[in-house]
């Protein structure tokens, strides 16, 4: 099919084929997820389809990164859950709501861009633990009712289906790309089923998703202050999981397309779809990794596929519901499988001995967290914490001196590496304060006075020479480190000399 330019995103061309085929695989991978994660936060099955479609529909529109999925997630489960058992549905819908104004304000502060900081071991652990998890999510299709392993012809016949959808989803980008493989596998498998009268599991066996429009509707709890104090945690932390969450995968987009998404406008778009999921009955949600990896795969590029995946599914709901629930679980659980195997950055195993060691431990400690307790947010923040302080402590071994003195008996100090809090004792370590001559220089050219500690870390040191009366002079102090120095006087007595002799470095960048 001719390429035209996109209706909702000028700036690529955009296949409506492939998009429209692509969406409607999505839409079908939608349905079970959205009624388990509904089921996981003690809702039902129509809060979470209805929020599937508000989050998706929304989030397409809207959002910073064409191709991306929105929907109802595990990750916002998780959070609501003790709030949906103790207070029920009413009070969800307002705390998606306030999550939602909180996301808005993120976006509109420019919080995105903080996503810039998470290092890349933290990606590879969150993505790593997020295809274990979607893979072992699927292993419960595989049991009966009662949690038991299937056994005999029924775990042969869905060990079956699964193989052929996997094969089929490997073997059809080979011969053709004009039907996204996902797409045909499913309805390849169903066509099996049906034509032989396969008995085996179906989406129908989760629950029915028959319904109608999302209806309207004002959540029914008090509006004071009370009602504020009991939902603004539960707010807080789906607001902070749904934008980790959505932001780490629009970055995992970015590198597979090639292009750049707009994370301040994802935060607005992921805060406007949560406010209209609360107010149509939706449990919220956020960005969704398998279901966007699914949506790239099928060769969708554009807002279009999204748009289609989140009405189909809503027509699903209102027209098609008796023949959805038929379509077998193997189908999608094979999807899914190779959704796992595709998000899995196998890369990662060669790196092996080929990276520091505390970038490998990163990694493995943000997969292991994302794994065993399905937080992504306290994987991703665990992350980034562990790196920083890592960064911290090389940083803070690097500070060194070289030390000389001038004709005119003067010592010097030139400082290599910044000065902060995690190099002050190594800095204090340098200076031999009762064998140096009366007077000392301290040159920054190679250094930056970083943070508070810095400036505290010169004040004893600067104290310490004037105890046994020798005189200490600061040079090559940048623009900023003097800024600092100025700010904190008020705080801090920095008892510094500048000795007219020596010129300031001006910092012109």
Not at 5 to 12: K, P, R, V, Y
Not at 65 to 84: C, E
Not at 204 to 233: Q, R, Y
């Amino acid at each position: 099919m001719k390429k035209v330019l996109n209706l909702f995103d000028f700036s690529q061309k955009v296949d409506y084929k492939i998009e429209i085929l692509a969406g409607l695989t999505v839409a079908l991978a939608l349905i079970p997820e959205a009624i388990a994660f509904a089921f996981m936060a003690e809702l039902s099955p129509l809060t979470g389809l209805y929020a599937a479609f508000m989050m998706g529909l929304v989030a397409s529109i809207l959002g910073g990164r064409p191709g991306m999925i929105s929907g109802a997630t595990g990750a916002v489960a998780v959070v609501i859950v003790s709030l949906s058992i103790s207070h029920g549905p009413e009070y969800i819908f307002a705390t998606v709501i306030f999550a939602g104004v909180l996301q808005i304000l993120a976006g509109v502060f420019r919080l995105g861009k903080f996503m810039r900081l998470v290092p890349q071991p933290v990606v590879y652990g969150f993505v790593n633990g997020l295809a274990v998890i979607i893979f072992m999510s699927q292993l419960d299709q595989f049991k009966n009712e009662e949690g038991d392993w299937l056994t005999g012809s029924p775990l042969y016949i869905i060990l079956g289906l699964v193989l052929v959808t996997m094969v089929i989803i490997w073997a059809l980008p080979k011969l053709t790309k004009a039907v996204p493989s996902s797409l045909a596998a499913i309805l390849v498998v169903f066509g099996i089923v049906m034509f032989f009268g396969i008995n085996t599991k179906s989406v129908g066996d989760l629950a029915s998703i028959e319904g109608g429009f999302p209806p309207f509707h004002i959540p029914m709890v008090p509006f004071n202050l009370e009602t504020i104090i009991l939902i603004a945690p539960y707010s807080l932390i789906m607001a902070g999981v749904g934008l980790i969450e959505s932001l780490l995968t629009l970055n995992i987009i970015d590198e597979i397309t090639e292009t750049r998404g707009r994370g301040n406008k994802e935060c607005v778009a992921q805060g406007t779809a949560n406010i209209l999921s609360g107010f149509f009955s939706g449990m919220g949600g956020c960005a969704m990794l398998g279901q966007s990896l699914i949506n790239i795969s099928s060769g969708a590029r554009a807002r279009l596929s999204g748009i289609v995946a989140a009405i189909m599914l809503l027509v699903f709901i209102m027209f098609g519901s008796s023949l959805i629930e038929k379509l077998p679980m193997a189908a999608l659980t094979g999807v899914m499988i190779m959704v796992a195997i595709g998000t899995f950055e196998w890369v990662s195993f060669k790196m092996i001995g080929k990276i520091p060691t505390a970038d490998l431990f990163v990694g493995i400690t943000v997969a292991v967290v994302t794994i065993f307790l399905h937080n992504l947010a306290l994987a991703v923040l665990v992350g980034v914490i562990i790196a920083a302080l890592v960064f911290a402590w090389d940083n803070a071994k690097r500070i060194r001196a070289r030390k000389y003195i001038d004709d005119n008996g003067k010592k010097h100090y030139e400082i290599y590496g910044p000065l902060f809090f995690g190099s002050t004792a190594i800095f204090a370590s340098k200076f031999d304060i009762l064998n140096d001559p009366e007077e000392i220089v301290i040159d920054f050219s190679e250094s930056r006075v970083v943070d508070m500690s810095a400036i505290d870390a010169l004040n004893k040191l600067t104290e310490r020479y004037l105890k046994v009366g020798k005189k200490v002079h600061l040079k090559h102090l940048s623009n900023d480190c003097r800024k600092l120095i100025k700010n904190a006087d008020a705080l801090i007595d920095v008892n510094v000399i500048e000795d007219p002799t020596y010129k300031v470095m001006v910092d012109k960048i």
